[in-house]
């Protein structure tokens, strides 16, 4: 969903059933998140359409709720990367359950460690 929103055009995403029912609503909570970040999304019973920004920055400026969900957690932040605001998550420790290191990856891909 994140590559969606910072492709061209619009995305559809259909027969995600399965992502309602993981640690979170996945559907549902990627869509708030990416709205709250100014990114304009279709919700559908299984999936989502995205309209991407053609590689320009998204609005970012929210503060997301993970959801306790460590994919959420990891999504929105890579998000950030590109957001002309910074987007905060309110708790990242899930990522734990995943990828550990998840957050000293990303500095070391990033140049900021």
Same mark, same amino acid.
Do not use: N
């Given at each position: 969903?994140?590559?969606?929103?910072?492709?061209? !055009? #619009?995305?559809?995403?259909? !027969?995600?059933?399965?992502?309602?029912?993981?640690?979170? *609503?996945?559907?549902?909570?990627?869509? *708030?998140?990416?709205? @709250?970040? !100014? %990114?304009?999304?279709?919700?559908?019973? /299984? &999936?989502? @359409?995205?309209? &991407?920004?053609? &590689? *320009?920055?998204? $609005? &970012?400026? $929210? #503060?997301?709720?993970?959801?306790? /969900?460590? #994919?959420? $957690?990891?999504?929105?932040? %890579? $998000?950030?990367?590109?957001?002309?605001? =910074?987007?905060?998550? /309110? /708790?990242?420790? =899930? %990522?734990?359950?995943?990828? =550990?290191?998840?957050?000293?990856?990303? *500095?070391?891909?990033?140049?900021?460690?």
């Amino acid at each position: 969903f994140v590559a969606a929103a910072f492709a061209k !055009g #619009r995305t559809v995403a259909r !027969g995600a059933h399965e992502l309602r029912v993981k640690e979170s *609503d996945r559907i549902a909570a990627m869509k *708030d998140a990416l709205e @709250a970040c !100014g %990114v304009a999304c279709e919700e559908f019973e /299984d &999936g989502l @359409a995205i309209t &991407g920004t053609g &590689g *320009d920055a998204i $609005a &970012g400026g $929210a #503060r997301i709720a993970s959801k306790l /969900d460590h #994919r959420i $957690a990891m999504s929105l932040t %890579v $998000a950030g990367l590109h957001a002309a605001k =910074p987007i905060t998550i /309110d /708790d990242v420790s =899930p %990522v734990a359950t995943s990828y =550990p290191v998840f957050y000293q990856s990303l *500095d070391t891909l990033t140049g900021a460690a």
